[in-house]
């Protein structure tokens, strides 16, 4: 019998108990590793107009749930309501806009350098782990999730 962890989420202003999880293994974790690099490979074969609906759709689901997403964070958090809500709308609203301009903020750039030719170009970075800031769970990953790549300068 493994020995595994139950991590407890707590409302910090009454130490009331939400939820509690269990801790994943060694091996759950690297299957979850996986799979993200999996889809990631999936991904980046989509254009960037068939990368831009899902994005549409985070939007929409963050819209459409905001009240509960909104009453979550403050339970967890302990984050004013108005705040969370207003965490939520920049979330879809990143969402939307990247989806509506990401082909025109990912295409390549002719630059004026000494060399014959140069541009700059924007490459996909594939998975990427990131530990986030507890008082803000929606905004930086929608906002790096929306608007991710890479520059990179060619000459």
């Known amino acids: 019998m493994t020995d595994r962890r139950t991590i407890t989420s707590l409302n910090p202003a009454t130490e009331e108990v939400l939820a509690s999880y269990e801790a994943w293994s060694p091996s759950q974790i690297s299957d979850a590793i996986d ?7 999936r991904w980046r074969a989509l254009d960037v107009h068939q990368r831009a609906e899902p994005m549409r759709r985070a939007a929409a689901i963050l819209r459409e749930r905001s009240d509960r997403y909104a009453r979550l964070i403050t339970a967890e958090m302990g984050k004013p309501l108005v705040e969370a809500h207003a965490e939520l709308t920049k979330s879809a609203f990143a969402c939307e806009h990247y989806a509506e301009h990401a082909a025109e903020y990912l295409a390549d750039r002719p630059v004026s350098t000494e060399s014959i030719e140069s ?3 924007y490459a996909r970075l594939g998975v990427v782990l990131a530990v986030m800031p507890w008082n803000f769970p929606f905004w930086p990953c929608a906002a790096r999730a929306a608007s991710s790549a890479r520059r990179r300068r060619r000459s």
Request: aromatic share 10%; proline share 0%; net charge neutral.
């Open 35 to 41: 799979g993200v690099r999996d889809a990631q490979l």
């Open 119 to 121: 541009y700059v170009s």
